[in-house]
């Protein structure tokens, strides 16, 4: 065995310790299947044996699947339809799919008792086996998670984790926590009843024997008759207040765009209605016909495979050693520099925080003494967590601090006068190795950069708001941008733990240039005479975190606004549209509507209710469409389709050259459809035949904005995809 180990002791009970060789956590591949298979068997068959306890030597228990294992999964049938055509294909993966269900299942009905001892995290495929156990023991541990997550790659438990979750806790409960995939500390579990005891690391085995000792039972409360369900069963005065309602709720959150989620509902409904071997077996049906799904591949993709590429460094030149960066400088200490020396100053990073003087400096660290402040009143963080980030960073006014830094990053107000005045300060005072870069939204970097003295040391680290919660990270080469910058903005951003895209120079870069499309589409349907509550549902519907007009007021009316008027003076007239111009114009400057930020904007904001649409707006629409004859569908459509086209004119430009980033960076940066797996992914998807057809069908009807670009008419007629053109070099990263 080469996963895991077996000792048994004096008592007859076996220790079987999970330790994979060559990796940091221990994941369930084809291999442990087969060994702990054979382990399951050992222990049912040998009569000295009494029972099991199962740990890990790692940090973590286990951190579920290895995806890679799905992967090959969803390959081996898309074979298999080809060979054996779909009813076969289908079997087979039934089958295949089914295997570690079966497995736990013959662990929990295998006669002898088995513990968890749970030492860290547990998610996903390694919590079902803990679920399968018939005691769980935890250590205590405040880093230790358990959960099962696979909802936020489009998948949901398929080795009986719907089902053992739906028997240990009443089933409103059950469905929240597989619809959210949330990760649960230990107390909160406890709470739940998803394990039964909390001890000292030290003691943990010993905890877990001392249960079979006791004489613990070798059976699951569902295999001993009489079971009780915890809510009552499904055909009850509680059930029918539970499933009704989770439908609806289901519709509201998802719009009925993951078919994972709707499984969820699907396989405790009918689960609990059926003896657990049957209860299995719909959970593993519905689960291979979610494996099948286009979703779940576009998802797993995205916001697994493809975010951990980057995470780990898919883009940064492989020449440059990696550098440890100590102590970075942040000028301007507001909004974006306060949050930017914040994430920094968790990664254990030095901070020094410039403002233009000690007041303003200070200003940024005391707002983030009472952000983290307000969190510990919320029980979220600690005094002690608040004290030393706090003690990372330096506020001053003293440009002469920053002689040390490794990085310096700037976020001063988006005015070029003022980032040249910074610059130029900057240079005087820092050594010839130091990487500048500029965290601005709107300024192109090439431009920036030719006020540094080495362009080649430029760089831009475009953040998020709210900084601390974004994870997503910008980074923009300048024309002259050089590899070591890169690599040292690539090793920053590791350190503090977001996932980096790198973007070529361009208008807006690459995600402020796509979610502008979006946001103007919101104007023009709403120039057009679409009712607005009509546009922001079927934002939402269409997939979108928020509603355009929505979006519009938490990034600013005006900014839209100054933006378009920049946009005319540099590119022309043509470069604009004028309804957009229009609406924008009456909005900022005859109405003073400038979003969220002054209370007023597509939305009012009354003190103590809930943001409301602006009534006014209806007065602003030159013409209003009736709305029972507008096709919501298509509606729905050019939502979508005009970030994706944008997306791959980015591509065709080459201020995109990754198809992993375009799709990362579309879902983290600005919540593109996660169902679809990204911008590119949903043309993937369509396949750029009916995408192209799609264009042609809106350019017709609204205009040249979706006339298909070059690529994609050309990859329409050679009927090619994204990811098969454009395939990430995966043998260069991993020399
Ligand atoms: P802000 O107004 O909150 O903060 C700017 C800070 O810069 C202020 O504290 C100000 O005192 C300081 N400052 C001004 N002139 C200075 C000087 N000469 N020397 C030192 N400090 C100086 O603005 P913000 O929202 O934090 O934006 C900062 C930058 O980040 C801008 O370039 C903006 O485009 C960019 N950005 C903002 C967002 C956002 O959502 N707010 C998102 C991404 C990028």
């Given amino acids: 065995m080469s996963n895991f180990t077996f000792d048994t002791d004096a008592d007859g009970i076996a220790l079987i310790t999970w330790d994979m060789p060559g990796r940091s956590m221990n994941v369930i591949d084809v291999d442990t299947i087969v060994e702990l298979s054979a382990l399951v068997e050992r222990v049912a068959t040998e009569a000295a044996i009494k029972g099991a306890v199962i740990t890990s030597a790692k940090e973590t228990f286990c951190a579920g699947a290895d995806l890679t294992l799905l992967d090959t999964l969803a390959r081996t049938f898309a074979g298999l339809v080809k060979s054996q055509g779909e009813e076969a294909a289908a079997a087979k993966l039934f089958e295949e799919s089914r295997k570690l269900s079966q497995l736990y299942r013959r662990l929990e009905t295998c006669g002898k008792p088995w513990v968890a001892a749970i030492n860290g995290t547990a998610l996903g495929g390694g919590f079902e086996l803990t679920l399968a156990c018939h005691h769980r023991v935890a250590a205590e541990n405040p880093k230790t998670r358990l959960g099962l997550p696979e909802i936020k790659i489009g998948l949901f438990p398929g080795a009986g984790g719907t089902q053992r979750i739906a028997r240990l806790m009443p089933p409103a409960d059950s469905l929240q926590l597989l619809l959210k995939g949330?990760?649960?500390?230990?107390?909160?579990?406890?709470?739940?009843?998803?394990?039964?005891?909390?001890?000292?690391?030290?003691?943990?085995?010993?905890?877990?024997?001392?249960?079979?000792?006791?004489?613990?039972?070798?059976?699951?409360?569902?295999?001993?008759?009489?079971?009780?369900?915890?809510?009552?069963?499904?055909?009850?005065?509680?059930?029918?207040?539970?499933?009704?309602?989770?439908?609806?709720?289901?519709?509201?959150?998802?719009?009925?765009?993951?078919?994972a989620a709707r499984a969820i509902l699907q396989v405790v409904y009918e689960g609990l209605q059926l003896p657990m071997d049957q209860a299995l077996r719909v959970e593993s049906r519905w689960f291979a016909h979610i494996l099948r799904s286009p979703e779940a591949a576009a998802m797993i993709r995205t916001l697994f495979v493809s975010m951990q590429e980057l995470n780990k460094g898919a883009r940064r030149p492989a020449e440059v050693a990696p550098?440890?960066?100590?102590?970075?400088?942040?000028?301007?200490?507001?909004?974006?520099?306060?949050?930017?020396?914040?994430?920094?100053?968790?990664?254990?990073?030095?901070?020094?925080?410039?403002?233009?003087?000690?007041?303003?400096?200070?200003?940024?660290?005391?707002?983030?003494?009472?952000?983290?402040?307000?969190?510990?009143?919320?029980?979220?963080?600690?005094?002690?967590?608040?004290?030393?980030?706090?003690?990372?960073?330096?506020?001053?006014?003293?440009?002469?601090?920053?002689?040390?830094c490794d990085l310096v990053i700037e976020a001063v107000f988006e005015d070029r006068k003022v980032k040249s005045e910074v610059i130029a300060k900057v240079q005087a005072v820092i050594g010839g190795n130091v990487v500048f870069a500029s965290n601005t939204s709107t300024l192109p970097i090439s431009s920036l950069a030719a006020e540094f003295k080495d362009p080649a040391r430029f760089i831009g680290i475009h953040f998020f708001s709210p900084v601390d919660r974004m994870m997503l990270v910008e980074i923009i080469l300048g024309k002259n941008t050089g590899d070591k910058a890169l690599s040292?903005?690539?090793?920053?951003?590791?350190?503090?733990?977001?996932?980096?895209?790198?973007?070529?120079?361009?208008?807006?870069?690459?995600?402020?240039?796509?979610?502008?499309?979006?946001?103007?589409?919101?104007?023009?349907?709403?120039?057009?005479?679409?009712?607005?509550?009509?546009?922001?549902?079927?934002?939402?519907?269409?997939?979108?975190?928020?509603?355009?007009?929505?979006?519009?007021?938490?990034?600013?009316?005006?900014?839209?606004?100054?933006?378009?008027?920049?946009?005319?003076?540099?590119?022309?007239?043509?470069?604009?549209?004028?309804?957009?111009?229009?609406?924008?114009?009456?909005?900022?400057?005859?109405?003073?509507?400038?979003?969220?930020?002054?209370?007023?904007?597509?939305?009012?904001?009354p003190a103590n209710a809930p943001k409301k649409l602006w009534p006014g707006l209806a007065d602003l629409q030159p013409t209003k469409l009736d709305p029972d004859r507008i096709d919501i569908a298509e509606i729905k459509q050019r939502l979508l389709a005009i970030q994706a086209l944008e997306t791959a004119r980015c591509f065709e430009e080459k201020v995109l050259t990754d198809v992993r980033e375009a799709d990362v960076g579309?879902?983290?940066?600005?919540?593109?459809?996660?169902?679809?797996?990204?911008?590119?992914?949903?043309?993937?998807?369509?396949?750029?035949?009916?995408?192209?057809?799609?264009?042609?069908?809106?350019?017709?009807?609204?205009?040249?904005?979706?006339?298909?670009?070059?690529?994609?008419?050309?990859?329409?007629?050679?009927?090619?995809t994204f990811y098969r053109r454009f395939a990430p070099d995966r043998r260069r990263e991993a020399a």
Avoid at 232 to 258: H, L, W
Avoid at 575 to 597: C, F, H, N, S, W
Wanted: charged share 25%; net charge positive; proline share 5%.
């Fill in 182 to 259: 949330d990760q649960l500390k230990l107390d909160r579990a406890k709470g739940m009843k998803l394990i039964d005891a909390i001890v000292p690391a030290a003691d943990l085995v010993k905890a877990a024997k001392d249960w079979i000792k006791a004489g613990g039972k070798a059976k699951a409360p569902w295999d001993i008759d009489g079971f009780k369900w915890p809510g009552g069963p499904v055909y009850s005065k509680a059930g029918m207040m539970t499933f009704p309602a989770a439908n609806a709720i289901y519709r509201r959150e998802t719009y009925d765009n993951y078919p």
């Fill in 323 to 404: 550098a440890k960066l100590k102590k970075i400088g942040v000028i301007g200490a507001g909004f974006m520099g306060a949050g930017i020396a914040q994430v920094s100053a968790q990664a254990g990073i030095e901070v020094v925080l410039v403002d233009r003087d000690q007041d303003s400096a200070d200003k940024g660290k005391a707002a983030l003494h009472k952000q983290i402040s307000d969190r510990i009143a919320k029980g979220r963080a600690t005094t002690a967590e608040r004290d030393a980030l706090l003690a990372h960073i330096t506020p001053t006014a003293d440009y002469g601090a920053l002689a040390s």
């Fill in 488 to 605: 040292l903005a690539l090793d920053y951003v590791r350190a503090i733990r977001k996932t980096p895209i790198v973007v070529n120079d361009s208008r807006g870069f690459y995600t402020s240039r796509v979610v502008g499309t979006y946001i103007r589409e919101g104007h023009l349907m709403l120039a057009e005479g679409v009712p607005a509550p009509m546009i922001e549902n079927l934002g939402r519907m269409a997939g979108m975190p928020v509603g355009p007009l929505s979006l519009n007021d938490e990034v600013a009316v005006d900014l839209a606004w100054k933006i378009l008027k920049a946009t005319e003076a540099d590119l022309g007239a043509a470069a604009i549209d004028p309804r957009q111009k229009t609406l924008l114009e009456e909005m900022v400057e005859k109405r003073g509507r400038y979003g969220r930020k002054n209370g007023k904007g597509f939305y009012d904001y």
């Fill in 666 to 720: 579309s879902i983290l940066g600005f919540g593109f459809a996660p169902y679809s797996g990204g911008t590119l992914s949903w043309i993937d998807t369509m396949g750029a035949k009916r995408f192209v057809e799609l264009c042609r069908k809106l350019e017709a009807k609204f205009g040249t904005r979706f006339a298909p670009c070059k690529l994609l008419v050309e990859m329409a007629e050679r009927n090619e």
